[in-house]
């Protein structure tokens, strides 16, 4: 689909993937004004096809493409340009366990001009593809190190934006972190760099005794929906969550106590994704034994479940093609 202010977006249309042309001087390759979104198609065992709360990623693009200068799309028309392009062929969706088709709508600003302004044309895309099992062998425990030298976000930036440039930020990070042997980093504030954000690209929650901490949406942090299912799920099950800000230093004292029994982390990739190791200025705790722990199971049981259609939706969170 193509946006120009004359005709808005326009254009709508299904066609065989393939490379694009774009003029050298399209503002995207420039100033970076452009956004993506990220989520999943599941077979179920009956042959359903089911995304996963949609909705939620057509609100956030609108919120993104706000703080973008990226035309409105209207959300029902996301929801549905996502469902004609994975329905197009329901054989590509792989049926087995663990396995998806990965979509990403994005939205690139092609006008060629040098000046630095918002463009004025756009191109809104959704590609897709077959993924396999985030864990083969279920889940697996990840360590993760603060992140003491960069930041991902400041208050005033981007950083609950889902653009490119949040995350070419991050890339020298991410390569410190492997280069080190751990798998991601987890992310301090960008003011005062003591209290903690998000965990490489997923939300950061933490169980200290029987309160379940989470970072609050302040605008630093990626509203995820993994994030907001859990929360949901979380107080459905009665238990006591807090969206707070939490320092690092507590966290520490936590885990040196033995009060943090679980941390884990909340994304479209992996769901669940529980943290065994963390480890800041040469410092290390170990979380439950380095172990899977109890809720992290159960909150991936159920929100998998959920999104291969094996658990009763009694919220209508999914979302048939
Ligand atoms: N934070 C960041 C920076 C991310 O890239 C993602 C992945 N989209 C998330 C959090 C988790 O969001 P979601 O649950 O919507 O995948």
């Excluded at 208050?155 to 972190?177: D, F, M, V």
């Excluded at 230093?249 to 769901?271: H, I, N």
Aim: charged share 25%.
């Amino acid at each position: 689909m193509e946006y120009s202010p004359e005709q808005g977006w326009h254009n709508g249309r299904i066609q065989p993937y393939a490379p694009l042309q774009l003029d050298p001087a399209a503002a995207v390759f420039h100033y970076a004004q452009e956004m993506f979104e990220g989520l999943k198609a599941y077979k179920s065992k009956d042959g359903r096809v089911l995304l996963f709360r949609p909705d939620m990623n057509a609100r956030r693009t609108t919120n993104t493409n706000e703080r973008m200068c990226i035309p409105h799309i209207d959300e029902e028309l996301f929801v549905e340009a996502i469902k004609a392009v994975v329905g197009v062929d329901r054989e590509w969706i792989p049926s087995k366990k663990g396995t998806s088709l990965y979509v990403r709508p994005f939205i690139i600003a092609d006008e060629p001009f040098l000046g630095v302004r918002p463009a004025d044309h756009f191109l809104f895309m959704i590609i897709l593809s077959p993924v396999g099992p985030y864990y083969e062998g279920g889940l697996a425990p990840t360590k993760i190190y603060v992140e003491n030298e960069f930041v991902r976000a400041t208050p005033g930036g981007t950083g609950a934006a889902k653009i490119g440039g949040n995350y070419a930020a991050s890339l020298k990070s991410q390569e410190k972190a492997h280069e080190s042997g751990y798998e991601q980093v987890l992310w301090l504030d960008g003011v005062e760099r003591k209290y903690v954000e998000e965990i490489g690209t997923s939300n950061a929650f933490f169980k200290i005794g029987d309160e379940v901490v989470t970072a609050p949406l302040t605008g630093t942090i990626l509203p995820g929906i993994t994030r907001d299912s859990v929360i949901n799920l979380l107080k459905q099950w009665g238990m006591k969550v807090s969206e707070r800000r939490m320092t690092i230093d507590e966290v520490f004292e936590a885990g040196k106590s033995g009060k943090l029994v679980e941390m884990f982390a909340t994304g479209t990739a992996a769901v669940i994704s529980p943290v065994g190791e963390l480890s800041w200025k040469g410092e290390k705790v170990t979380i439950n034994n380095g172990e899977i722990g109890e809720l992290s199971q159960k909150l991936y049981d159920e929100l998998y479940g959920l999104q291969i259609g094996e658990v009763e939706d009694k919220l209508g969170w999914t979302v048939e093609v």
